[in-house]
């Protein structure tokens, strides 16, 4: 016979005095998150972080930025500073002077008069060959020059100076050594060629040589190229006085002429050696000043565009959505409206009023045309967030509270709205520096009566000598291109860090 | 369905007509005095047409006479300060063959290629082919048109001299030599295209291939082929399809960068000379020209949503 206990089924000795309850007078609640609580913002920036392309475009864009601010004050030239000669000069940089790279020569094949007046006035730094060329038609062999030349050497120009002027010239230049005076002396261009018959070439000669002051040697009288004397040697042709000195100026009405080494005057007249490090366009402009201002005003107006946007762009899109109704019916049917018109039509018809009429500057036209419409896309995308998140319990919680529209719209709504906005604002800045860029580019804006200018505005420069300039239009392409693609890089990133959606997306 | 249809094109009007009063207003606004001497017939002969249209009444005044042109002869008036004294229309009809044309076949060889290029990417998917892709199209969508067209001017055209440096204006022939000389143009433009393209398939191919059906598909026996030729890209050219749909419609406006910098004689460059000469006919003429089309262009991709994928209802609650 078992006893009482022994009615129980023993199997394992497991008694009833095993069997407690668990939570027995314990309070019953959520268990503390043992891991680092992560931000919005704090994941945001760690998933950024591990985004290796962006940071790299983040801090090319800075580079550029810092580029852009920086440069334009230590180069010492000016947006509109255009030299009369150099023009089309190379970049040059002292450090690797004589190095043939980034020292403004190039290598140029050049025929027999331009390789004798290059020489001449020091144009050519090397010479790399000779060759010879037949021409079938012609029954000639034209000798060909293969030689490295200095794009900053421009020789001698012919200037018409007031009398102080030349003074205060002449009394620079006397204390100059003897191989380094600006003021050359004077070619005679009427006798050597006196006893020529035919006066139409012996006059296109002397006005040839009037304007040309490299022109210090005889030429020949059909091809222009030069005539030596029996012995091969040049046959200088310089004008002296009664005394056998040389002649160092004409006396022109009031204005003297002076035959001036250019490279030398320009010494004079700058205080420094001419140094383009991106060399200049065609207008004899620097492209790295320019480039650089360029960039700025393209970032100024990309972020200040952007910012503003995006601001009208919350305050519109909050106070549609907020409101909603009627309100909401008149002010969607204005930004529908805004959205129809093509921007280019907005921006014309800024200009035309501000510019065209009361001469408003340019860039504060085209501020104002890129706000117009620009503010759309955010107010959308707030509005959007609004009537999602208005009707939530926890809004109507606070509303019963007695919060404030104002309290309701900032404080309890609009959080929502900052990624969004966000992930829909990074590109605006790159949008605006496009169309800036593109509208400058076409002309319809023109910055040049205003001492600014702009990349769209150099590449259409460049645009036009690229088959013999190619340097010009290479600098604003790199430039925007540069800027461009680090833009949408560093905006793809950060919209992708920004976006709710992806959020731990990057941890598997 | 036909109720939203009339609707909208009820709403796209009246938005025509909105932003064709504001434009009319702004423009007639700006002062343009011409004087002309007594023996300039073209002058003169304009001075009479502005005269007639009431261009020294309100400025009211002239809308209504510009609208009666309008809808009794279709005149959108004659140019003041380019192709003076002719047809608004005229010219149009004149520039418009070769917008139309470089366009065309610019769109035409680009979709085919941004479709295949997008369905190869999204296939091997982050594998390296994928990788190349899309650097590549980041490349393309970032850098501005005007710096390819730079590219492919300067080493196509000059460098290797494989297409002239201009494109040939005589008249739009399908000759083949025509169409070489605007070949550089149409890569230009068909460039963006593709890369948008490339992109949005992609994008749309990829989520597709990760849906449940897929799984199914593949699941009920499919191979990988069918099941991606059958479901996958059937599904995902829902939104595709408009998007070509839209490059098509587009190849009516062009592109004024391309335009300009390949010299078309086309729609582009008329635009911008309206622009910079502010020729009151021209400029309101092409702007609502553009406008037209872009409202037409947003519709019809609109309504295409839901005739491609009937799940879309129009105009549903």
Known sequence: MADEKNNLPVSDGVSSDDFVFVQDKQKLSDVEIKTKKIGYLADAMYRFGQNKGSIVAGTILLVMILFSVIVPFVTGYQVNEADDYYQNVLPKNPAFEGSGFWDGTQTEVVGETYYVEYTNYGRVKKLFGISEEYSEILDTTTKQYTVLVDTYEFGCKYKYFSLSDYQKLKEYNDLLPDDQKI??????????????????????????????ANLTYQIKKQTGEPAYDVDGNLQYCYKFDTNGNYVYYLL???????????????????GHEPVFLLGTDSTGRDIL??????????????????????????????????YGGATDIVMERI???????????????FQVYMVNQHNVNPVISLFVAFIATGWLGTAATVRMQFYRYKNQDYVLAARTLGAKDRQLIFRHIFPNAVGPVITSSVLMPPGVIFSESA????GIINFTAYNITSIGAMLSEGQKVYTTYPNVILWPAIFISLLMICFNIFGNGLRDAFNPQLRGAGDS | MWKYVLKRIGLMVLTFFLIMTMCFILIRLVPDVITCTPTDNVCNSILAWREALGYNKPIIVQYFLYLKEIFTKFDWGIGFKMYKNQSVIAILGEKLPYTMYVNFFASLMAVPVGLILGIFAALKKNKWQDQVISVLVVLVISVPSYIYCFVIQYFICYKLGWFPLIVNSGSVSLDWSFFVSYLPAMLCLGLGTVAGLTRYTRAELTEVLTSEFMLLARAKGLTRGQATVRHALRNSMVPIFPMILGEFISIISGSLIVEKFFSVPGVGAMYIESINKLDYNFFMFLSMFYVAIGLVAGLIVDLSYGWVDPRIRMGAK
Do not use: C
Request: hydrophobic letters at 45%.
């Open chain 1, 289 to 322: 000043t320019r480039l650089a201002s360029g960039g700025r005003l393209s970032l100024a107006l990309g972020f200040s565009v952007s910012i503003i946007n995006i601001i009208l762009g919350i305050i519109y899109g909050a106070i549609e959505g907020y």
């Open chain 1, 335 to 349: 930004s529908e409206f805004l959205s129809e018109i093509p921007s280019i039509i907005v921006i014309t018809l």
């Open chain 1, 252 to 270: 022109d009405g009031s204005a003297y002429k002076l035959r001036i080494n250019w490279h030398r005057y320009y010494v004079y007249v700058h």
């Open chain 1, 439 to 442: 509208l400058s580019y076409l």
């Open chain 1, 183 to 212: 003021i050359q002396p004077m070619v005679d261009t009427l006798t050597w060629n006196a006893s020529w018959t035919n006066v139409a070439v012996r006059d296109a000669v002397r006005s040839k040589m009037q304007t040309d």
